[in-house]
């Protein structure tokens, strides 16, 4: 064996068997409906949730939490939902979506979500195949996709809007509102008070508790199960890892239909005690940040890039002095970003200090993250420079690493151990490990129950009693670098094995590109389709006196098509000569969910772009 085998096999040995303890020594041995019962009990007054509306925060404490949880589940039961049972919620992210999730955990059925971007013919699949008795909708756009595939949905008894207006026209008795269902639930506890008791007694951790359905990005999306054990695992791997407590706050906007959000929204709360806030709408998160200040944080890649964008963007507009400070803070900070703050020597805080009150303040108030003691980035893979820019801000920006399937983040780079461009080390209570391939494979307490109404699908993932996630990983001392998606890993002709997501995230640093498609499988260089960002190339247009009238006459103005490509030539310098792209073409469209382009989280659907895409695929081939 050579000395790089050995040091790379010693190196899978330390990384599986570190945080391998039992979860349970952690947290008490309560699933999440339990924890608000028992904070409820032990500290009722204590606010649990702000809720904005009309612009003004509305605040529900523990007890109120746990009481209107109780009458939701009442009120289930009245219309028929039985322990075992399904409810389906599609709706953003409001204080009703948790009400109903705790209240069927309180009753023993099931929550799904589903996400509310989703045409009707997803809607249906989804709600289908999880069996869905009843169904919560937020408006009337979310009921008219239920009622338009109403011939597919036999076993849906009963819509419930949780807002009231435009509710007349439909079938007498299907539709009623979230208020009548509590009202419902109310009367049955007036009548009968020790029902919660009785129905909590069967109450057990290894209940299912969620179907969450995966983002069917190279098929129909499969409903995992989680159960409140593997709820309470994964809770518990966060906590450790970063310390989340009582007093900590969040800003709830990801959809609760993905793991990650739940993590952040009920798993960890719940189990901390800590206050989550429900923001308006998804149009006001940036102003919802800068009034809420949270100290905790999740965004996908994409919020982090929209927000580098942003910034970048208002320096080109800035004034010299103020481009000359940007430029100086970031230029005395940035050697050190990456170094753990307890290590920091006197003349780089003072060098810090200089650059937080000259530039840093500003913008860490500009994005709502002042407060912020510990920032996520996951569910996709992100530009290390993103990371870097963030942490350079003073923002304690950390990768982690999950699915669906391990019930949320079983990797995570420690605050003080960042190593930019990995996903750090495993979380408290699941072993991680690199099978012969490379491919990352888990075992332990948070990994899933299997797939609903899927024996085939969960016996290929669960093998041997380890979870094989499909992400191709290289180690990093005891740090997991993830290279790509196992099935997406191109052979160019002359046999280079190359990662599509490396070199799309290179040309995504850019901050007037929104998306990137490479291929180059089988091929002898590397091509790509290119979406530009709207908000960002229109404003550089309005600025350069470009006339446009929409994203499509844009894209194809010269000036944009030169702008492109010199961020293309800056993506290929950082890359490997193999890597460079050097043909492109941009879309005259952008990608568009309904049209199968994306998932309902933005997940470019290869398969899809290949296929719709194939004549401009072919263009950037020919003469290869």
């Not at 709820?231 to 989340?244: C, K, P, V």
């Not at 940035?334 to 290590?343: E, I, L, N, T």
């Not at 260089?525 to 960002?533: K, S």
Request: hydrophobic share 40%; with cysteine.
């Amino acid at each position: 064996m050579t000395a790089t085998v050995l040091k790379l096999d010693m190196a899978r040995e330390a990384a599986g068997s570190a945080a391998a303890a039992d979860p349970a020594a952690a947290l008490p041995p309560l699933s999440v409906v339990e924890m608000l019962k028992k904070h409820a009990t032990e500290r009722g007054s204590d606010i649990a949730i702000r809720q904005k509306r009309f612009g003004i925060w509305q605040p529900t404490t523990f007890a109120e939490y746990w009481q209107r949880s109780c009458h939701v589940a009442l009120g289930f039961r009245e219309l028929g939902l039985a322990r075992g049972g399904h409810v389906g919620v599609i709706s953003e992210n409001r204080i009703e979506w948790v009400l109903s999730q705790m209240g069927a955990g309180v009753l023993g059925a099931v929550t799904v979500g589903v996400y509310p971007t989703s045409p009707s013919n997803e809607v249906a699949y989804v709600l289908d195949h999880a069996d869905c008795t009843i169904v919560v909708c937020e408006d009337q756009e979310q009921i008219d996709k239920v009622v338009e595939a109403r011939a597919d949905l036999p076993k849906i008894v009963k819509i419930i809007a949780l807002e009231n207006r435009g509710l007349a026209g439909y079938e007498p008795g299907l539709v009623m509102t979230f208020d009548e269902v509590e009202a419902l639930g109310r009367a049955a506890y007036e009548k009968e008070p020790g029902v919660i008791e009785t129905l909590m007694r069967d109450h057990s951790l290894s209940d299912i508790a969620l179907l969450i359905y995966t983002s069917g990005s190279t098929g129909k999306p499969k409903g995992a199960m989680l159960s409140f054990r593997n709820i309470r695992a994964g809770a518990n791997g966060l906590i450790e890892r970063y310390g989340i407590g009582a007093g900590w706050s969040t800003l709830s906007y990801l959809p609760l239909c993905h793991v990650a959000e739940q993590a952040t929204t009920i798993f960890g709360p719940l189990y901390t005690g800590s206050q989550v806030n429900f923001g308006e709408s998804l149009r006001t998160v940036q102003e919802d940040l800068r009034e809420v200040a949270p100290t905790s944080f999740l965004g996908v890649p994409r919020i982090w890039e929209k927000m580098h964008s942003g910034i970048r963007v208002k320096m080109y507009e800035a004034r010299p002095v103020q481009k000359w400070l940007y430029k100086t803070a970031f230029g005395l900070c940035a050697p050190f970003a990456d170094k753990p703050r307890s290590q920091w020597s006197l003349a780089e805080r003072v060098k810090f200090g200089f650059a937080y009150l000259t530039v840093f303040r500003a913008l860490n108030n500009a994005i709502g993250l002042t407060r912020c003691r510990i920032a996520f980035t996951g569910a996709a893979p992100i530009s290390p420079e993103v990371i870097r820019f963030f942490r350079t801000l003073g923002v304690p920006l950390v990768e982690i690493y999950g699915m669906t399937e391990t019930s949320g983040g079983i990797l995570g780079q420690k605050v003080e151990d960042v190593v930019v461009g990995t996903v750090g080390q495993p979380m408290n209570g699941t072993q991680v490990r690199l099978a012969e391939d490379g491919e990352i494979i888990a075992k332990g307490a948070a990994i899933f129950e299997g797939y609903y109404k899927n024996e085939e699908a969960t016996r290929a993932t669960i093998v041997d009693g380890w979870l094989h996630t499909g992400d191709v990983a290289e180690m990093n001392g005891p740090h997991f670098k993830i290279v790509d998606r196992k099935k997406d890993i191109m052979i160019t002709a002359g046999g280079k094995n190359l990662s599509p997501t490396e070199i799309e995230h290179a040309v995504k640093m850019s901050p007037f590109i929104k998306e990137c498609i490479v291929f180059g499988d089988r091929q002898k260089y590397v091509a790509a389709l290119i979406q530009i960002d709207m908000d960002t190339v229109g404003k550089w247009a309005e600025m350069k006196g470009i006339a446009f009238t929409n994203y499509k006459n844009l894209s194809q103005a010269p000036q944009v098509v030169a702008l492109v490509q010199e961020a293309v030539d800056k993506a290929n310098e950082t890359l490997a000569q193999v890597s460079n792209i050097r043909r492109f073409e941009i879309l005259d469209k952008e990608l568009d969910h309904d049209d199968g382009e994306v998932t309902a989280t933005m997940k470019v659907r290869r398969k899809a772009i290949e296929a719709k895409y194939a004549d401009a695929i072919k263009r950037l081939y020919s003469g290869a």
